[in-house]
Antibody, heavy 121, light 107 residues
């Protein structure tokens, strides 16, 4: 059974940093691209970042480019999102999501339950 | 960036009704479009991918159509468990983008 479990969220001041993790199990982690998607309270879904199975290719939304870094450790089946220079508008529930098809460029067949990031002074 | 316009943002309907939700894109994406359902407090769930392919386990009353820039999600014969929020997503080019969402409520 595929499982995605996010952690690392919390309350942080504007300008601060957080590192989110997503522990994956139940599938061959290194063969699937993974992504982060966020949802601000009461708002819609916003794609944040994606990474290829090898970790060599990364992609970002304009809103986070230069501040967030996506990475993965395939030996530990874990996805990361390093978030720096956080702003109030980064407050959201952050989901990790698994591509439906291997090879990249796919929709998401599995989602975690999310980890909440609150940026406030 | 590919912009997406999803409509309507709010849809009121009754059980047994047939409803359609539209997703229009700023440029063609072939059939690289998915539809998700999200219920309050839950993660989104994949309903349709590649514009018209039903995800395993999803009831056949859900269907998707379209290609290029215009896509539609249809739910025939609404059931009580279908009242939720629906999102379209393009995965043709990065950054991947979502529609604004359609909240389907009971009339």
């Amino acid at each position: 059974e595929v499982q995605l479990v996010e952690s690392g969220g919390g309350l942080v001041q504007p300008g601060g940093s957080l590192r989110l993790s997503c522990a994956a199990s139940g599938f061959s982690f290194s063969t699937y691209a993974m992504s982060w998607v966020r949802q601000a309270p009461g708002k819609g879904l916003e794609w944040v970042s994606g990474i290829s199975g090898s970790g060599l290719d990364t992609y970002y939304a304009e809103s986070v480019k230069g501040r967030f870094t996506i990475s993965r450790d395939n030996s530990k089946n874990t996805l990361f999102l390093q978030m720096n220079t956080l702003r109030a508008e980064d407050t959201a529930l952050y989901y990790c999501a698994k591509d439906k098809h291997n090879g990249g460029g796919s929709c998401y067949s599995y989602w975690g339950q999310g980890t909440l990031v609150t940026v406030s002074s | 960036v590919i912009w997406m316009t999803q409509s309507p943002s709010l849809l009121s309907a009754s059980t047994g009704d047939r409803v359609t939700i539209s997703c229009r894109l700023s440029q063609g994406i072939s059939s690289h479009l998915a539809w998700y359902q999200q219920k309050p407090g839950k993660a989104p769930e994949l309903l349709i991918y590649d514009a018209s392919t039903l995800q395993s386990g999803v009831p056949s009353r859900f269907s998707g159509s379209g290609s290029g820039t215009d896509f539609t999600l249809t739910i025939s014969c609404l059931q009580s468990e279908d009242f939720a929020t629906y999102y379209c997503q393009q995965y043709y080019s990065f950054p991947f983008t979502f529609g604004q969402g359609t909240r389907l409520e009971i009339k």
